[in-house]
């Protein structure tokens, strides 16, 4: 039949069934007591123990006056044996006819082990609570579609059960991130994502209207600025996890909304902040992948080993073979630029070249974890200059198989310099640079009550998540990514 027949005949069941006073969607609660996993893994405690279990119908195999159904549940699959002299005649034709596969049934039963050596619940009772009213995709060609596996992720978790494995181990990994930060005594904290103007990050941000307050407001392209606040405010170590929105381009690496965790800890700096992000990302791997050397795609990442640091400077040089220690001038920088097919705009200056340096020649080489530290100071606005070079800042960025994972700061504390920088990059948004940061003078009237040496980081979960699971896409780890609506 074409599955608009099948369809047909899935309504009529439950419209019979309604009719009857049966209808599946009547029942509020079932007595669940034990999982699919469970029964697997404690099958010598439970052989012969009564359970309930319940679940969408995978399968069904009618044979005669016995028959056997999968039933899928939070934790994988069990098989269920559904006998005509044990739950009755009655029961037993109700089941051959009314319940399908996709259906969620409740089942109570006695686990046994069947001749064929399958662990199994013998069923003495089978409740239909809910009709499913659509067809499952095919058995052995299962939901290969990619766009409408993004779409419709309910349905990719139905039958597509390693996804649901990689959304457990992104629940891990946020789990462990807590656990490191609270076992270091920092504080989780909630700030807004609805910002008076956009700040924190070189990125376009949402823009939308306040209605009663007459005013227009941002969707909050980072975090940061508002745990700093905090740190002035005596909390001292303080961290969030949230969502974070840029209305920029989609792709394998990119959606507009995402999820990250900054972090801020007085009385430190950008040293400690490596050492804490080395020391919690190996920390993550390790609980959500119980081990610290993993595949992703044709590499083998060691965590176990110290992570690499290089310059900037040492890495242009190394990948690119052009020392930027001997670049005196930004005439010496734009020819170089030039020579090496670097582009650039006539806004940039000398660091900002050095900086499409590195993107162009040593970002993709970079696989192994590696801190790429002291970013030229013209595209670090937030940073502390480095001792002895003022062209220079404190950061350092992470990066593993070509891609940035995290980014940190010794934080400048000095409102008189952070005015400074606003007002660069103020200047730069003026000559057309939409990512450049706008001035925020609350921020700096915090800054100007006294906020102590402190060190910042923020991680990208998601990219994260997509590197201890193996996954290729950034959609692959959002349960619902944002896509054009289906005309």
């Known amino acids: 039949m074409h599955d608009n027949e099948l369809l047909k005949i899935k309504h009529d069941k439950l419209l019979e069934l309604q009719r009857e006073g049966r209808d599946p969607f009547a029942h509020v609660t079932y007595s669940v007591d034990a999982h699919s996993a469970q029964i697997h893994a404690e099958f010598e405690r439970l052989e012969g123990v009564t359970v309930g279990i319940a679940g969408r119908v995978m399968t069904k195999r009618v044979m005669g006056k016995a028959s056997f159904i999968d039933v899928a549940d939070r934790d994988g699959k069990i098989q269920v044996y559904v006998r005509k002299d044990e739950i009755g005649e009655d029961a037993y034709a109700e089941f051959k006819a009314n319940v399908d596969i996709g259906d969620i049934v409740g ?13 199994s619940v013998q069923a003495a009772d089978l ?6 009213l659509q067809m499952l995709p095919e058995k052995w060609h299962g939901l290969r579609d990619q766009e409408l596996r993004y779409r419709q992720r309910y349905l990719d978790l139905i039958v597509n059960p390693e996804v649901k494995d990689v959304f457990l181990k992104r629940s891990k990994a946020i789990k462990a991130m807590r656990t490191f930060l609270d076992g270091r005594d920092f504080i989780e904290v909630e700030t807004p994502m609805l910002h008076t103007i ?6 376009r941000p949402f823009r939308t209207h306040h209605n009663a307050l007459d005013m227009d407001i941002y969707m909050r392209i980072a975090i940061e600025l508002h745990l700093k606040r905090l740190i002035v405010g005596g909390l001292e170590r303080v961290y969030e996890i949230g969502r974070v929105f840029r ?7 990119h959606n507009p909304e995402f999820t990250m965790i900054e972090l801020y800890q007085a009385y430190t700096d950008y040293h400690g902040m490596m050492e804490l992000t080395e020391s919690m990302i190996k920390y993550v791997a390790e609980q959500v992948c119980g081990k610290l050397v993993i595949p992703y795609g044709e590499h083998e990442l060691d965590f176990s080993r110290p992570f690499e640091r290089l310059s900037m400077t040492d890495a242009v040089t190394k990948f690119a073979g052009v020392d930027f220690n001997a670049v005196k001038t930004l005439e010496d920088a734009r020819s170089l630029a030039k020579t090496h097919g670097v582009g650039f705009e006539a806004r940039h200056g000398k660091g900002d070249i050095l900086n499409l340096f590195f993107e162009k020649f040593a970002e ?6 590696t801190f790429i530290t002291d970013h030229p100071v013209e595209v670090s606005p937030l940073t502390k200059k480095k001792p002895g070079n003022p062209d220079l800042t404190e950061r350092f960025e992470l990066f593993i198989v070509g891609r940035e994972y995290a980014n940190a700061y010794s934080e400048l504390n000095d409102p008189l310099d952070q005015r400074k920088r606003f007002e660069h990059q103020e200047a730069m948004r003026a000559a057309g640079d939409a990512e450049a940061n706008t001035i925020d003078e609350d921020f700096l009237l915090a800054l100007e009550y006294g906020m102590p040496p402190t060190g910042g980081m923020g991680l990208g979960i998601d990219r ?4 201890l699971t193996d996954s290729p896409s950034i959609r692959d780890v959002l349960l619902f990514p ?6």
């Open 247 to 253: 209305n920029e381009g989609i792709s394998i690496r």
């Open 464 to 467: 994260l998540v997509m590197l």
């Open 364 to 369: 993709d080489k970079l696989i192994q974890p």
């Open 127 to 132: 409740t239909l609570l809910g009709k499913s």
């Open 482 to 487: 944002t896509m054009r609506p289906v005309q």
């Open 107 to 119: 089942v109570t039963g006695v686990v046994f082990r069947t001749q064929k050596g399958e662990i």
């Open 198 to 203: 956009p700040g924190g990050a070189s990125a």
